[in-house]
């Protein structure tokens, strides 16, 4: 009897949840599963047993995005947001252990050096936000701008193999799943930002829609002839 009242109450509570709120938990999935792209490229890693060929800043940019739109949803109070960045800070966290295990002592330094550098960051645009605003709308104005830059930087990651697509008439460097997924994403977040008034999330992940679309037009131009490169990654906001 109580498993079946829980299962009923649960029915009521998804039947009572309007259009905005069913499309933020569609975009968090959606979202959750860009995020778990990364282990496969710690799947890569772990299986040459090295970090060649897999860049790690991906990973330390999509935990300082996260971060960032993490106290935007918080000052928002809105739980899609909030659950969505928490989830992706821990799983970038987990990367960036796996990264680092298997890092070279010349590239652990590295990371060491990146990593303090965005925990600088971090904490001067938190520090800001929490103590130097003056009011909340400010507050809420200036991070959305800080989170909108990094959010289109995140969609565009890809990008940055679009000379090796060029130069190889072949679109093996970008990972086509990825881009699909930022697509969807960017979408989804987008028209979910239009409908809660948040122009921050609205024009970030609309301009992140347009980088996705031109990603897979590529694919049109130039089909891969192999395997995609696991080496770039996208995680989106």
Not at 19 to 31: C, H, I, K, Q, Y
Not at 33 to 58: A, D, K
Not at 100 to 122: G, M, P, T, W
Not at 164 to 192: D, G, H, I, Q
């Amino acid at each position: 009897m109580p498993l079946k009242h829980a299962h009923s109450s649960w029915l009521v509570s998804f039947s009572n949840m309007n259009g905005v709120e069913l499309l933020s938990w569609v975009a968090t999935v959606t979202t959750i599963g860009v995020f778990l792209s990364g282990w496969r490229m710690c799947e890569q890693i772990r299986r040459q047993c090295s970090t060649q060929n897999v860049i790690y800043f991906p990973f330390v940019a999509c935990w300082l995005n996260c971060v960032f739109w993490l106290k935007y949803g918080v000052l928002l109070a809105d739980p899609a947001m909030i659950v969505v960045n928490t989830i992706g800070i821990i799983f970038q966290v987990v990367y960036m252990a796996i990264y680092y295990h298997y890092a070279s002592d010349e590239q652990k330094a590295e990371i060491v050096r990146n990593c303090f550098f965005c925990f600088f960051l971090a904490f001067l645009v938190l520090g800001y936000v929490h103590s130097l605003a003056e009011s909340w709308e400010v507050a809420v104005s200036h991070l959305g701008v800080v989170c909108s830059v990094f959010t289109v930087m995140m969609y565009g990651s890809p990008l940055s193999a679009v000379r090796r697509v060029m130069k190889t008439r072949s679109t093996e460097a970008l990972p086509f799943p990825m881009c699909v997924a930022n697509l969807m994403a960017s979408v989804e977040w987008s028209v979910y930002g239009y409908f809660i008034g948040s122009k921050a999330v609205e024009v970030s992940n609309g301009l992140g829609a347009l980088v996705a679309a031109l990603q897979l037009g590529l694919f049109l131009v130039y089909p891969s002839r192999t395997h995609y490169d696991l080496s770039t990654s996208a995680p989106p906001v």
